[in-house]
């Protein structure tokens, strides 16, 4: 099964590598592509346009982080938490809005994480405002907390496998079915009796919680979280870009996608950004709209039908030299 | 089947990833990495820290270099807390460096220097001034600059040792506000405030935390307005700080002294701004111009080249960030690096560190160097200063004072001339 | 007395809110495309009126007749360039193709100018009139005099003129409207292009209040949607009198609960919007399908 080949291929690179620098960016990419998955549960396969990913992300990362500071709860219980309140939070603001064409669940999504912003910045009794939160470090796995970066990468190999699991499991059932049929036509799937309210909602909610647990994981990476860094406008475009490039509707997009452009980011950041400040930015902005206007359905659909169309031409020119 | 072919390009390029990656040594040159935000809201400061750091660079390296070798810089830049924790890794695998001075902005610090530690390498910080930095019993950071508690400090003694007396007046019968924005700066600065002003028994009558990127403050004007203050107390970003000292014009809102406590209250910005109107008012920080009866004469010398090769470098003179940035680096530079012969091992230029010892008015800014057992400079301090004829002056304390202080009370604003 | 100098506050913020949502509604209701970049639109009209007050001495209510068709003519070429291609795409792709326009903006601004805070000194920029207890800034007031009266001057064109009417025909329906003969590729243009010009020209009449700088435009931006939403989505009137009530919203909130909570109530106020009125004030009921065709 290629998924479990991919896994296995990305477990074995954390091993093999030592380099902290790799290792770091081996853990982005799984982190980057576990988000931009979970973003697809809702974007790709139900169709709905979510720009504010980050309120989810950044609540799921307070909610954890916050269970182990003052309740000295595990982070497998307050990553849960976490998922379980984002997961209300994300029905709610699905149910608000799904009821309504056009871009409004793109924009209240975005209203709620600045909103977020604002709150987690303000309630500086529970959030410690601006200055955020510093968890510990206590490595072992009861903690979530690892001694090497290759035990982290492992957490988002780990996170990555959980959400593409889900994913796939939409594809192959019959929800996955459902939602296609809700995406292409939302009227005609209506009239058939499919309860697509429903079905977006609890879409948008299982979308929620998983990038809730990317926050959890963020947090346990970097052990320090604040307002401006997990309640940020950046991540809902990055991982919702990811998807997108990658290729939506289906497992493979945004893991392709993050392959492909996380180490791009930091590359360009690397090389360039020293030297002539946002020169990478600049750079970025243009590819992102190069691959929207050319390849709009994804690096992952485009590959394969090129593949598909370039087999069918070499199928058709040994049938014609047989003939 | 396309899958698979997907799985091999993947495969082979982590491999060549993999095979290429390997850091770059010349024998002969000392290599260090700077890390500061050089692009995004931060950019403008940490873009002065990184040049101030240059400046010394590029002295120390006139001057024959550090141990007959040349320094180098590896330079990154960490717009967020994010892109610091990778840089400072790429920095410290791929350009091998043993060394990162930085950061401007606090959560950039933190996770850098978070970094820095699990690598068993040196943070040495110039610039930010959260508590927490050196307070988080980390083993290879060290801050050569002040921190928000100098800085709250600095805002209270301007208070009591200055503003009051020239008001005729006790600190504790003044009337006070304080503005804060609401960012890592301001956040950490409150609790400091409060802390320094209870002390002097001075209870603010409001304290209110405000967004720095708004586009109008009249609503915080217009409540302290109601509240008819003495003094009010700032913890402002440049864009900011303007703006409600026009907002503060606009709405007659009249006090009798504005005390900054550095950051936007210590930018060229605010008098590019304001003009006539930015002079009067206070604010505390690392000094930029320091009385020469404070300073040792090699750091007077020292003190002018710097200002001189800044503006050069930068087109505009150094704000209280390029010096810290210089400072900091200096420091490392001619005072910590000779005594490891120019290695960058953390644990010599540890051991070196804890040697180092400069009094009070051997650095620019007038501090001197000795680090305490977590890591932080004793000899950073506090001055407090205003702006005077479209420079800054400093006024306190006495012994480093360069001017008197003026314009206390401040006159009403329609009072002033257009 | 003194709630009535916040209100009169908000109405003056407002006014610009209005000038900045009104261009991006109509882009709404004709092209059917939410721009991202269209707070970029706003950054860079301040950057050219800066460049020219620097270099040329101009005042920036003077540059505005500058800045207006610089930008109009910015907005053209981005519409026939970028948004023409995605105009059948899927509402993704066009979000994305001007997030990416906005990430491109932003930093080549911040290449050219770099992050500094850029602001004009201007000798009546502190100017205030007393109108009674209220204390009106003159800035503040030419700004919402331009702004309100360049909206009006909107209205009119809409209502009034050829291409206004094609206009408002093809927001209402496009498919009938080419079919009787207008060239709605040109009414796209014309929208975009000017949505484009009025957030630069507004750029320019904040410039003597408020500094420059790259990342200016993510803070109108959102506004800016948020005021289009609540006036109702398409509607120019909508989203010049929601403009107005968001700004005494957000001073009037500042004012009595807290300075840094300011910008949230805006976006309370918003999501409840979505909750019990999702047309908006002046939006038709059913006006918020907008379905692609």
Redesign the interface.
């Known amino acids: 099964m290629?998924f479990g080949?991919?896994l296995a291929?990305g477990a074995g690179?954390l091993f093999?590598?030592s380099?902290?620098?790799?290792l770091?960016?081996v853990f982005?990419i799984c982190f980057w592509a576990a988000l931009a998955q979970a973003w697809n549960i809702v974007g790709g396969y139900v169709g709905q346009l979510s720009l504010g990913h980050t309120a989810f992300f950044g609540l799921g990362a307070y909610t954890s982080t916050l269970a182990t500071l003052r309740w000295d709860l595990t982070p497998w219980l307050g990553g849960l938490m976490g998922a379980l309140i984002v997961a209300a939070v994300g029905f709610a603001v699905a149910l608000v809005c799904l009821r309504l064409r056009g871009p409004f669940f793109a924009l209240a999504t975005l209203a709620l994480a600045e909103l977020l912003l604002?709150v987690a910045?303000?309630w500086?009794a529970l959030t410690?405002?601006?200055?955020?939160l510093?968890l510990p470090f206590r490595p072992g796995l009861a903690n979530l907390m690892f001694e090497t970066k290759a035990g982290f990468g492992l957490y988002a190999l780990g996170l990555l496998a959980l959400v593409t699991a889900v994913t796939l499991l939409v594809e192959h059932t019959r929800v996955g079915l459902l939602l296609q049929a809700i995406k292409n036509d939302e009227d005609a799937a209506r009239s058939v009796g499919v309860r697509v309210l429903r079905w977006k909602v609890t879409a948008a909610a299982v979308s929620a919680a998983l990038t809730a647990l990317g926050g959890t994981l963020y947090a346990q990476?970097?052990?320090?979280i604040?307002p401006?860094?997990v309640f940020?406008w950046e991540v809902s475009v990055q991982l919702a870009l990811i998807a997108i490039i990658g290729g939506r509707g289906n497992w493979?997009g945004a893991i392709?996608g993050s392959?492909f452009l996380t180490p791009l980011a930091?590359g360009l950041?690397?090389w360039l950004?020293?030297?002539y400040?946002?020169l990478?930015?600049v750079v970025y902005g243009p590819i992102l709209i190069v691959s929207v206007l050319f390849i709009p359905e994804g690096i992952v659909p485009w590959?394969?039908e090129w593949?598909r169309s370039r087999r069918a031409r070499r199928h058709a020119a040994a049938v014609g030299a047989g003939a | 089947?396309?899958?698979?072919?997907?799985?091999r390009v993947?495969?082979v390029s982590?491999l060549l990833?993999?095979v290429s990656?390997s850091p770059a040594t010349a024998a002969d040159a000392i290599r260090i990495g700077v890390l500061n935000p050089?692009?995004?809201?931060l950019?403008?400061l940490g873009?002065d820290s990184t040049t101030g750091a240059e400046v010394a660079r590029d002295m120390v390296n006139e001057r024959g270099g550090v141990a007959g070798m040349r320094v180098e810089y590896?330079?990154?830049?960490a717009p967020?807390?994010?892109?610091a924790?990778?840089?400072a890794?790429?920095l410290?695998?791929?350009e091998g460096v043993k060394i990162i001075i930085g950061a401007y902005g606090?959560?950039i610090s933190?996770?850098a220097s978070?970094e820095a530690e699990?690598?068993k390498a040196i943070f040495w910080e110039m610039n930010s001034g959260?508590l927490?930095i050196t307070g988080?019993g980390q083993r290879y950071t060290f801050r050569t600059t002040l921190t928000f508690k100098h800085l709250a400090e600095g805002a209270a003694n301007a208070l009591t040792e200055v503003v009051a007396p020239r008001l005729k007046a006790k600190p504790t019968a003044l009337r006070v506000v304080m503005m804060l924005e609401?960012?890592?700066?301001?956040?950490?600065m409150r609790p400091l405030l409060e802390e320094a002003l209870a002390k002097a028994g001075i209870k603010p009558l409001a304290i209110?935390?405000?967004?720095a990127?708004?586009?109008?403050?009249?609503?915080?004007v217009?409540?302290f307005?109601?509240l008819a203050p003495d003094v009010v107390i700032a913890s402002s970003y440049?864009?900011d700080a303007?703006?409600f000292a026009?907002?503060a014009?606009?709405?007659?809102f009249n006090f009798k002294a504005l005390i900054g406590t550095g950051a936007g209250h210590g930018q060229a910005?605010l008098v590019?701004?304001l003009?006539k109107?930015a002079d009067g008012i206070f604010t505390t920080g690392a000094t930029l111009t320091i009385n020469p009866a404070g300073l040792k004469p090699q750091a007077k010398a020292l003190l002018d080249e710097f200002n001189r090769r800044f503006e050069k470098k930068a087109g505009h003179f150094a704000s209280t960030h390029g010096a810290m940035g210089f400072m900091g680096a200096w420091f490392l530079l001619t005072e910590v690096l000779p005594r490891t012969g120019g290695s960058t091992d953390p644990e010599k230029v540890r051991a070196a560190a804890y040697e180092a010892d400069i009094p009070i008015g051997g650095g620019i800014n007038g501090f001197g160097l000795k680090f305490d057992p977590t890591g932080q400079n004793e000899r950073a301090f506090s001055v407090v200063q205003q702006w005077q004829e479209g420079r800054l002056a400093a006024v306190y304390p006495t012994a480093l004072a360069t001017h008197p202080p003026i314009l206390v009370p401040l006159a009403r604003w329609k009072d002033r001339p257009? | 007395m003194?709630l009535l100098?916040?209100v009169v506050?908000g109405l003056l913020?407002g006014g610009i809110y209005a000038l900045v949502s009104v261009g991006l509604t109509l882009t709404f209701g004709v092209v059917r495309i939410a721009n991202f970049a269209h707070g970029e639109f706003l950054m860079v009209g301040m950057f050219l009126a800066w460049v020219l007050h620097e270099r040329a001495g101009i005042d920036p209510y003077l540059a505005c007749v500058v800045v207006g068709p610089a930008l109009f003519a910015m907005g053209f070429l981005v519409e026939r360039s970028l948004i023409r291609p995605v105009i059948q795409a899927s509402h993704m792709a066009q979000i994305f193709v001007t997030v990416g326009l906005a990430v491109f903006l932003q930093?080549g601004a911040?290449m050219i100018w770099?992050?500094?805070?850029r602001?004009v000194?201007l000798?009546y920029?502190?100017r205030?009139w007393f109108v009674g207890p209220i204390?009106l800034?003159l800035p503040r007031v030419v700004a919402f005099a331009v702004a309100m009266a360049l909206c009006l001057a909107l209205l009119a064109f809409l209502r009034w003129t050829y291409w206004g009417k094609a206009v408002r025909a093809t927001a209402e329906d496009r498919e009938i409207t080419r079919v009787m003969g207008i060239d709605t590729g040109r009414v796209y243009s014309l929208t975009f292009a000017t949505g484009a010009g009025l957030a630069g020209i507004a750029g320019a009449l904040?410039l003597p209040?408020?500094?420059v700088?790259p990342?200016v435009g993510i803070?109108?931006v959102l506004v800016a949607f948020i005021v289009a939403v609540l006036g109702g989505l398409g509607s120019a009137v909508g989203a010049i009198l929601a403009g107005l009530v968001i700004g005494v919203v957000?001073?009037?909130?500042?004012?009595l609960i807290?300075?840094?909570l300011?910008?949230a109530l805006y976006f309370v106020v918003f999501l409840l919007v979505l909750i019990v009125r999702p047309a908006g004030l002046l939006g038709r009921r059913g006006a918020e399908e907008l379905v692609v065709t």
């Open positions: 290629s080949g991919l291929l690179a093999a590598i380099s902290s620098f790799w770091d960016l982005w604002i910045v303000q500086r410690e405002g601006s200055e955020g510093t990476y970097l052990q320090v604040e401006s860094s940020n493979l392709v392959v930091i950041r690397a950004g020293g030297s400040a946002g990478h930015l590959a394969s593949m | 089947m396309m899958i698979r072919g997907v799985c993947a495969a982590l990833l993999l990656g050089l692009s995004g809201n950019a403008p873009q590896a330079k990154a830049d967020s807390a994010t892109a924790v990778t840089e890794a790429r410290l695998d791929q606090s959560s933190l996770a978070a699990k690598h959260s927490k988080r609401d960012s890592a700066y301001g956040s950490g209110e935390m405000y967004n990127k708004s586009t109008d403050l009249s609503p915080l217009l409540r307005k109601d440049a864009n303007i703006l026009r907002q014009r606009q709405y007659d910005d590019k701004a003009g109107n257009e | 003194v100098q916040v506050s913020l930093n911040l770099g992050a500094d805070h602001g000194i000798p920029a502190d205030v204390v800034s904040l209040m408020y500094a700088y990342t803070q109108f957000e001073v009037l909130s500042g004012f807290a300075p840094g300011q910008q």
